[in-house]
């Protein structure tokens, strides 16, 4: 069936660091991606999006393409805060939804 | 503010007494979903609904049941909670259930079941 893996964390950067969270998919047909964030106490929220191949969504400074001959739709941000932590969330959508499990970002001062 | 508001933020119950959390969207999105989030395990799918008076089962439907009676409202019923049943639970709706929506999520309501 479809799955969506990213790397587990926790992942600790330091601020201003350049950050990737991995995600890669697998599916039977082409699913929306979508990266989510989750602050501490708070729902998930959607960041970005891509619909189709080579797209590349874009939000906050956070940025992530749908690499469809890779399957990822890894996340990118080129300077990190540290109100950036949270956890990430990568999903697929076609039929149902899927999710990933998560990965806890820590950004240190 | 466009928003999905779920009720409780916080309840600790004992075993085997009914409780109902609610959830309503001021969006008038058609899709709604219940999802339950526990460490190690990431979010699961409880029951979803593609519109009114549609619901189906998700991956973990067991102990939970819906309704779906206005196109706004879809409230999580455990008729009789037990303590696997603890856990941070989130509504999301979205416009449609069309590969390219996004979700909206509450706050989450998190249960204790004792």
């Known amino acids: 069936g479809d799955s969506v893996t990213q790397m587990e964390g926790p992942v600790t950067l330091s601020e201003e660091a350049f950050l990737t969270i991995n995600c890669t998919y697998t599916?039977?047909?082409?699913?929306?991606l979508f990266w989510y964030v989750q602050y501490p106490g708070e729902g998930l929220q959607l960041l970005l999006k891509a619909t189709k191949a080579d797209d590349k969504g874009s939000n906050k400074g956070f940025e992530a393409t749908y690499r469809k001959e890779t399957t990822s739709f890894h996340l990118e941000k080129g300077s990190v805060q540290v109100s950036d932590s949270a956890v990430y969330f990568c999903a697929g959508r076609d039929d149902k939804i899927i999710f990933g499990k998560g990965t806890r970002l820590h950004i240190l001062p | 503010e466009a928003q999905v508001t779920q009720n409780p933020r916080y309840l600790i119950t004992v075993t085997g007494k009914k409780l109902t959390v609610t959830c309503s969207q001021n969006?008038?999105?058609?899709?709604m979903s219940w999802y339950r989030q526990d460490p190690g395990l990431g979010l699961r799918q409880i029951y979803y609904s593609m519109n009114v008076e549609a619901t189906d089962k998700g991956d973990v439907p067991e102990g939970y049941k819906v309704s779906r009676k206005e196109k706004r409202n879809f409230p999580l019923i455990l008729e009789s909670p037990s303590p696997n049943q603890t856990s941070l639970y989130f509504c999301a709706s979205s416009p449609g259930s069309g590969a390219s929506y996004g979700y909206t999520f509450g706050s989450g309501t998190r249960l204790t079941v004792v």
């Open positions: 599916a039977t047909g082409y699913p929306s």
């Open positions: 969006m008038n999105h058609e899709y």
